[in-house]
């Protein structure tokens, strides 16, 4: 059973920090990695979509690696701002169109 | 272009009562999901359709059941609301593709069962 793991949990930085994002999964076996941002009380807005045979993704900001092997992503976020503060989940589909998620990094950039 | 669209955005249940969570999506997509989302986790597959008239188990489906009718509308299904089942639902769909694709989500629906 694939199981999915992010940390940090919680992240406060002030603006402007460069800050990595951690996401582990345990069956490399994947189709795609992909993440997300969830505002408090808000749906999922995907952000990055890294294909099993890609090794990273660049979206403005953002960019995305994905380790297969060692069964590791992680999203960087360059220039940190206040409208970074979200809640950023990791995903992994696996066969069967199903998404396993991580339990999320909560992230508070200070002013 | 409405993309995927929820009712209702909350609701309170009593134990033992029943309803239905629609989840609507305009894109045309053939594959639809529903999860929930417990406080400070992840998401957690419930069911999910390929497309009309097909659906199947995902990770949690004790207690919901759901229909796909028409490729544009998917409910979920509570029979018979329980506690555990307090929770933030998710719908959400994704276009058929011989590549990876996006899955594009709803606002949630908040659910309380007391």
């Known amino acids: 059973k694939q199981e999915v793991t992010q940390i940090p949990a919680a992240l406060s930085v002030p603006e402007g920090e460069n800050l990595v994002l951690n996401c582990s999964f345990t069956?490399?076996?994947?189709?795609?990695l992909q993440w997300f941002r969830q505002d408090p009380g808000k749906g999922l807005t995907s952000l990055l979509l890294i294909q099993s045979s890609q090794r990273e993704q660049t979206s403005g900001r953002l960019n995305a690696s994905l380790d297969k092997s060692s069964g590791r992503s992680t999203l960087y976020i360059a220039a940190s701002q206040p409208g970074d503060s979200a809640t950023y989940l990791c995903?992994?589909?696996?066969?069967?169109?199903?998404?396993?998620f991580g339990g999320g990094t909560r992230l508070m950039v200070k002013p | 272009n409405a993309g995927v669209t929820q009712t209702p955005k909350f609701r309170i249940l009593k134990i033992g009562q029943s309803m239905t969570l629609q989840c609507a999506q305009d894109?045309?997509?053939?594959?639809m999901y529903w999860y929930r989302q417990d406080p400070g986790m992840g998401l957690k597959l419930i069911y999910y359709?390929?497309?009309?008239?097909?659906?199947d188990k995902g990770e949690v489906p004790n207690g919901y059941n759901v229909s796909r009718s028409t490729t544009e509308d998917f409910p979920l299904r509570l029979e018979l609301a329980a506690p555990s089942q307090t929770s933030v639902y998710f719908c959400a769909s994704s276009p058929t593709s011989q590549n990876s694709y996006e899955q594009y989500f709803g606002p949630g629906t908040r659910l309380t069962v007391t």
């Open positions: 894109m045309n997509h053939n594959y």
């Open positions: 069956d490399s076996a994947i189709y795609n």
């Open positions: 359709s390929v497309g009309a008239g097909i659906t």
């Open positions: 995903a992994v589909e696996n066969a069967g169109n199903m998404l396993t």
